[in-house]
Structures are given as structure tokens and as C-alpha cells.
């Protein structure tokens, strides 16, 4: 069935390094979801994709949906320990429904 | 608004036990959905309920039962448990089914069956 494919698994930065996580579907995706979970938490909805091409910001977080709409990446620029948590993408099914990804672990060291 | 809860958040069951996992939102959202984590799968959808008096199964059903009680309410069964669904469970909820609804998710429930 449908999926999106995230990579890497896990992920160690040093503190104050950057970071991205990428995912990928084999179809093209009306939308993507970005979802983090921080440690023993639940997934907090950060952002939503769109259109082709389409590029958001929050703060140190920068989202890309591919000109394709196959693939999405987040992006963090000079991590912080509050970054620490597994960032989940999310995508529709053919039945519109979404279908999360297996998530990317990032550990940060201080 | 408290947003999606669920009890117990922590619960111990013996093989063949059964309990029945509860969740509530206050959004007045339409749709709800049981989630399982475990290490290295993600999130796995087991039901869903696109609105009061429907639920659909979703990706692993196996072992499981749901009710949707009324719009704020939607509850996991399970009627014996097995080690196999030693698992966090979240419960989330969204306006809709359509992919471009954002879901809203509940502090999780840590379920261990011995």
C-alpha cells in the first residue's frame, strides 16, 4: 500500500549543528504533514505542504515540498537540545486518509 | 479546552486480561482514530471513526474493538490481550478524515501485557 519513506532512522548531531530529515513516496502526494514527538510525548502537528515547490519557515525550521510533490525534507539550522525528539512526516493514502512515516530519532550532543 | 485525553496513561495486564482504553476530545471534531507506537514502526492506525456511529479498521485491527460512544468519545477494546500489543496507544482526533486535516493527539496510554 501507499507509504512515505523517511530516512535516516536516527539521527546524532553535535548541539549546534544542522540537521535534516527527509521523506519520500513513490506517488505523488496532494499534501504532507510534519509531526514532532518530543520524548515521551505524543505528535504535535508543526506544519503542512501543499503546493509544488512550496518552501515554510518557522523560526530555525525550514520545510520543502519537491516540484514533484514526491518528496519533503525538514531542515534545522544550528540545532538546540529542545530540538531532541522524533520528527514524523505524514502523507495521504489513495483513500485520502494519512499515513505516517516511520518518524526520524534525533539525539542531540551537548 | 483540555483538548484529546485518554486513561489510564500506565497499565499492566496479564495474558488473557481485557480493558477497554478511553479517550475524549472537546474540539467538537468529527473524526477519531487509535494509533499504536512501537520502537522503530511508527505510528500504525488500528481503527478510525469518521464521524458518530462509524468506525473503519485501519492498518493492524487484529485483537481489537472500538466504540465510538458519541461525538467526544471513542474507546479501544481489547478482549485478551497478548504480549504482542505491548505498545503506547494514542488516540487522536481532526475535523475530518481528508489528509489536509491536522490530527490532534492524546498524551498516550503505556500498555505492558505480561
Known amino acids: 500500500g501507499q507509504q512515505v519513506m523517511q530516512i535516516p532512522q536516527y539521527q546524532h548531531v553535535q548541539e549546534g549543528e544542522d540537521f535534516t530529515t527527509y521523506c519520500n513516496s513513490s506517488?505523488?502526494?496532494?499534501?504532507i504533514q510534519w509531526y514532532k514527538q518530543r520524548p515521551g510525548g505524543h505528535p504535535v502537528f508543526l506544519i503542512q505542504?501543499?503546493?509544488?515547490?512550496e518552501v515554510k519557515k518557522q523560526k530555525r525550521l525550514t520545510f520543502q515540498f519537491g516540484e514533484a510533490k514526491k518528496n519533503s525534507s525538514l531542515h534545522i539550522t544550528a540545532t538546540q537540545t529542545t530540538d531532541v525528539g522524533t520528527y514524523f512526516c505524514?502523507?495521504?493514502?489513495?483513500?485520502?486518509?494519512?499515513?505516517f512515516g516511520k518518524g526520524t530519532r534525533l539525539h542531540i550532543l551537548p | 479546552n483540555a483538548g484529546v485525553t485518554q486513561t489510564p496513561k500506565f497499565q499492566v495486564l496479564k495474558t488473557g486480561q481485557s480493558m477497554t482504553l478511553q479517550c475524549a476530545q472537546d474540539?467538537?471534531?468529527?473524526?477519531m482514530y487509535w494509533y499504536r507506537q512501537d520502537p522503530g514502526m511508527g505510528l500504525r492506525l488500528i481503527y478510525y471513526?469518521?464521524?458518530?456511529?462509524?468506525?473503519d479498521k485501519g492498518e493492524v485491527p487484529n485483537g481489537y474493538n472500538v466504540s465510538r460512544l458519541n461525538k467526544r468519545e471513542f474507546s479501544l477494546r481489547l478482549e485478551s490481550a497478548a504480549p504482542s500489543q505491548t505498545s503506547v496507544y494514542f488516540c487522536?482526533?481532526?475535523?475530518?478524515?481528508?489528509?489536509?486535516?491536522?490530527?490532534?493527539f492524546g498524551p498516550g496510554t503505556r500498555l505492558t501485557v505480561l
Open positions: 505542504l501543499v503546493k509544488s515547490g
Open positions: 474540539m467538537n471534531h468529527n473524526s
Open positions: 505524514a502523507g495521504p493514502n489513495r483513500d485520502d486518509k494519512i499515513i
Open positions: 471513526s469518521a464521524s458518530e456511529g462509524t468506525t
Open positions: 506517488t505523488t502526494l496532494s499534501n
Open positions: 487522536a482526533s481532526g475535523v475530518g478524515l481528508s489528509s489536509y486535516n491536522e490530527q490532534f
